[in-house]
């Protein structure tokens, strides 16, 4: 065999080994870093966006042109579509704004200037923002705070229902986003229907509609971004309402801008928002859940998202982290690790590297625990999670980590 042919060969085996292959992932991650424009998103949000979403916003119409008024349309029609209800019963409301803006817009729509009361059930920092806002719109508020790692007791939220008549509103988030924990909203649904027929109830949707299956038929008012598991772009946030319980909503806001039923009512008159609409954003939207439809729709999404979280569990259990939430409280959305309990461990480098390779995680911790949060949702797929992975070990490596960690 000539020289050649032996190095030849050596490189095709050498190329075969597991070593090998992991190296090139972490030259291909550093050598792209500054030739790639985007990076990628590991977060709750803001999030990655597929090629066809960004080009379809390459485009200008005006906010009264007949097919952006045809567009917002179609959007409202298709998300009630998405949720699986009825356009007899239900409306969709898009609202301006980030998501938090159309939550705020619905707490001082949906809940009267005098009489009101409002009970919300939390173990994270997006249900206590549900409280900040109430508090801020003098709204009269029980608060229900449960352990950040656990899921909320449907049973004490029944107590409390059961012991204050007075209560007429209730809330929660579905996918608490700050921990990972995922909620029974269907369960807290159906017994408030039960205890307390004439009581609203209201949940925070942003992480999880239309990528983790739910029922709403038992839910007054849900709101969700553009940007989450729909996979548009931020700008506005999704008010889905029962027609009944919005029509009762009349003169309770205390905002101009964000009064969800006068917002319904311009829209239901001429197909126009009241004021400046995201134009751009919601034609990317619009193919965004065209993109949705495509991908085979909740269950074809939450496939992806779970596959892609089950390559960050295994990969992450490799190098010993561990996760913050036990299995039964989790779910896909987002995962929780804490930090290492190792000195050599800083998070701000960890975090900094990993975004020198364009790997972007979600920045300092929400939770009391010392804990980091990786995204599995968004335009993310499991080669982005193996090539997360590699430069995770890689930094950690840096940092003096042994691996696996004690």
């Known amino acids: 065999m000539s020289l050649l042919a032996r190095q030849s060969s050596k490189l095709l085996r050498l190329a075969s080994t597991r070593a090998f292959q992991k190296q090139a992932i972490q030259v291909s991650a550093l050598s792209t870093s500054s030739a790639r424009l985007d990076k990628k998103l590991f977060t709750p949000g803001p999030l990655g966006v597929n090629h066809e979403t960004k080009t379809a916003m390459l485009r200008d119409l005006g906010s009264r042109d007949v097919e952006f008024m045809n567009t917002v349309k179609y959007i409202r029609q298709r998300v009630l579509e998405v949720a699986g209800i009825s356009t007899d019963t239900y409306t969709m409301v898009p609202m301006q704004g980030s998501g938090t803006f159309a939550i705020e817009g619905v707490i001082q729509t949906m809940i009267p200037r005098q009489g009101g009361k409002l009970l919300i059930a939390t173990s994270g920092s997006y249900g206590l923002r549900m409280e900040q806002i109430a508090k801020y719109l003098d709204i009269e508020t029980t608060l229900l705070k449960f352990n950040e790692d656990k899921k909320v007791d449907v049973s004490v939220v029944e107590e409390a229902l059961k012991a204050d008549p007075s209560i007429t509103h209730v809330s929660m988030v579905h996918c608490e986003t700050s921990s990972g924990v995922v909620h029974p909203v269907e369960e807290v649904a159906s017994m408030v229907k039960r205890v307390s027929p004439n009581a609203v109830f209201f ?111 295994e990969g992450m259990a490799k190098m010993g982290f561990k996760e913050f939430l036990s299995s039964d409280h989790t779910g896909y959305i987002i995962t929780s690790f804490f930090f290492p309990q190792n000195p050599n461990f800083d998070f701000v480098k960890f975090y900094t590297r990993l975004s020198d390779m364009n790997m972007v995680i979600y920045p300092g911790k929400v939770t009391e625990a010392d804990s980091f949060r990786i995204g599995n949702i968004g335009d993310l797929h499991p080669k982005d999670m193996t090539e997360l992975l590699v430069c995770i070990e890689t930094v950690c490596q840096e940092m003096g980590l042994s691996l696996p960690l004690q």
């Open 203 to 313: 949940i925070d949707a942003m992480s999880s509609f239309g990528g983790v299956p739910l029922e709403v038929s038992n839910i007054d008012f849900l709101v969700t971004s553009a940007n989450k598991c729909l996979e548009g772009v931020p700008g506005f946030g999704v008010v889905i309402a029962r027609k009944d319980k919005l029509m009762e909503c009349k003169g309770n806001s205390r905002s101009l801008s964000l009064d969800v039923y006068e917002q319904y009512l311009g829209l239901e008159s001429n197909g126009q928002f009241r004021f400046t609409p995201p134009t751009h954003t919601i034609l990317g939207f619009k193919k965004a859940v065209e993109c949705w439809e495509q991908e085979g729709g909740v269950q074809g999404r939450s496939n992806r998202y779970q596959e892609n979280r089950r390559i960050l569990r």
